[in-house]
């Protein structure tokens, strides 16, 4: 189908399969968009939730990936189609031995069976894109390997650039700008080929192994994330230490030992997303491991492959987001989404936010135990969705690892506070936002932005003006004594830039004095600084005061 703009013959063929799949399920406005008889009113409408799920199921591993994907977007999609997409699984039968083997000798040559004192043949776990044996090293060491599928990278870039040409055909209809098709791509594109680099998952099971080691909220070895073999690992096969555990959701212990390791499955991941910023975005039961013993409880985080890694800024309004509902402050969480998402000029805040006031009372109405974050969350994604702010895919993961913990939180314990016990994290995390290791950078960077606005603005206001006088802006303007009026507005300009300066110094000064009257580890250098950046703001500020105050010549 040359009008889709296919660029190889595999994918032109497999753009064929698609098409027919797609069709033969019949999902009408893809057939109206095809054969161009879509109505011009005619409203974008995807195919109902279990015929999207046959649609992905008939296409392969690929299309269940990006199904798998979409569960995560509760701010592109509704409650039914998330319910519907998460039953996808990748259920496969796994290759026979024979096919597997060469993987290994093709990586390792003939020393991988001088290391290897057992390979179990028959996998004990398989998807669509790998599957994983177990394995004894000489030293005895039992580990698991995970080896890629053979042929399945070509399969998916093939895939890959047929959605690539199926969002460029589509992204100048309605259903292309609802759902922004080449962004979702691309992120898709980014996440799975990033499942695909077993170097990559392996970085970041180390990361997540450091983060995890040690925490204000548990005991030294009560979380556990394993091992990495890198003398057995390659961009194709991922070698990691073997753990023995119970699903979270089959441990049989006493009621109070549950309640307990609930909330330390909760303060795991809540420290990853609030305080570490990196966190795994598919802990389900099967990646959570029970591995404690009679005297103490302990978890075990595995398949780190699903990982997202969250900016300060992004941190930040999360962090926001939740004080917000937290605290029932419908203002608040109304300004984090507007952060978070790509808005339109004329977006009515105020109806957003009594929409999120009549969600929260809602809730608030219900006794804490009640209260389901997850689901307050997803409610709250529905309210950007229906005013068409497009959030980042980073959101969705964050309320889909959410929902998750939640739910085995709530498996272990029917009335677990998850409320009660996030919120020690959440002011952990505003801690160390005002007065934590990141202070420092926050103060230089507001310094550098108000340097530069101090410096910019008046020659930016007189590019104003002069465009201004030529008619440059449509506007057409004569004055007599505009030598004058350029003198004025820039000597007023000059004064309201030292005016900025002052206040960003005094303020730098002042946090800078609050820390170093906090914390006794600071260094002497930091009270000399803020004392002189003091000083240099008051003394600004006295003489704009002062030429303030000065009759005009």
Not at 187 to 212: C, H, K, P, V
Not at 282 to 290: A, C, E, I, T, V
């Amino acid at each position: 189908m040359f009008l889709l703009g296919a660029k190889s013959a595999a994918a032109s063929q497999r753009q064929a399969e698609i098409i027919e799949v797609v069709l033969r399920n019949g999902w009408n406005y893809f057939r109206s968009r095809i054969t161009k008889d879509a109505r011009p009113d005619e409203q974008p409408a995807l195919p109902l939730p279990q015929v999207l799920r046959q649609i992905l199921i008939e296409l392969g591993p690929t299309f269940v990936k990006l199904g798998q994907l979409l569960s995560t977007r509760p701010d592109l999609l509704s409650p039914e189609y998330i319910a519907v997409l998460e039953t996808l699984q990748n259920n496969v039968p796994a290759l026979p031995w024979s096919e597997i083997e060469p993987i290994l000798q093709n990586a390792f040559g003939d020393s991988f069976q001088s290391e290897f004192l057992t390979i179990e043949p028959v996998a004990i776990a398989a998807g669509s894109l790998a599957q994983v044996h177990r394995a004894v090293l000489k030293n005895h060491q039992t580990v698991a390997i995970k080896i890629q599928r053979p042929g399945i990278r070509e399969i998916v870039e093939r895939d890959l650039e047929v959605l690539d040409s199926l969002a460029n055909w589509f992204s100048r209809d309605k259903i292309g700008q609802a759902y922004d098709l080449p962004g979702l791509v691309e992120e898709f594109r980014y996440s799975l080929l990033g499942e695909l680099d077993f170097y990559r998952e392996a970085r970041n099971t180390e990361q997540l192994r450091q983060n995890l080691k040690n925490s204000r909220f548990w005991k030294p070895g009560q979380v556990v994330v394993p091992n990495v073999y890198w003398d057995w690992t390659t961009d194709q096969i991922l070698t990691l230490e073997w753990i023995e555990g119970i699903k979270l959701n089959q441990v049989d212990l006493p009621e109070s030992r549950k309640k307990q390791l609930a909330t330390l499955a909760v303060q795991v991941v809540m420290q990853q997303i609030y305080l570490d910023r990196f966190f795994h975005a598919d802990p389900h039961p099967g990646n959570f491991l029970y591995i404690g013993d009679e005297t103490q409880d302990r978890l075990a985080l595995l398949d780190c492959g699903m990982v997202a890694l969250i900016d300060p800024r992004t941190q930040s309004i999360l962090t926001d987001l939740l004080i917000g509902i937290v605290y029932e402050r419908p203002k608040i969480v109304t300004q984090a989404i507007r952060e978070l998402g790509f808005t339109r000029l004329d977006l009515d805040l105020r109806a957003i936010e009594s929409a999120f006031d009549r969600l929260l009372r809602r809730f608030y109405t219900r006794p804490l135990t009640d209260i389901n974050l997850a689901e307050l969350l997803n409610e709250a994604l529905r309210i950007p969705r229906e005013n068409n702010i497009q959030m980042p895919g980073t959101i969705g993961l964050f309320v889909k690892t959410i929902a998750n913990v939640e739910g085995i939180a709530r498996q272990l314990d029917p009335l677990f506070p998850f409320v009660e016990v996030a919120r020690p994290i959440v002011e952990q995390a505003i801690r160390l936002r005002l007065f934590g290791t990141e202070l420092w950078q926050d103060t230089v960077q507001s310094s550098l932005y108000l340097s530069r606005l101090t410096t910019q603005f008046p020659q930016r206001f007189e590019i104003l003006l002069d465009r201004l006088e030529r008619s440059e802006l449509g506007i057409n303007l004569g004055w007599r004594l505009e030598q004058a009026f350029l003198h004025t507005q820039q000597q007023g300009m000059n004064r309201l830039s030292l005016a900025i300066l002052s206040m960003g110094s005094l303020i730098a000064g002042a946090i800078l004095q609050h820390l170093a009257g906090h914390d006794p580890l600071s260094l002497p250098l930091i009270g000399t600084v803020s004392q002189g950046l003091l000083l240099f703001g008051i003394g600004l500020m006295s003489w704009v005061v002062i030429a303030l105050l000065r009759p005009s010549p």
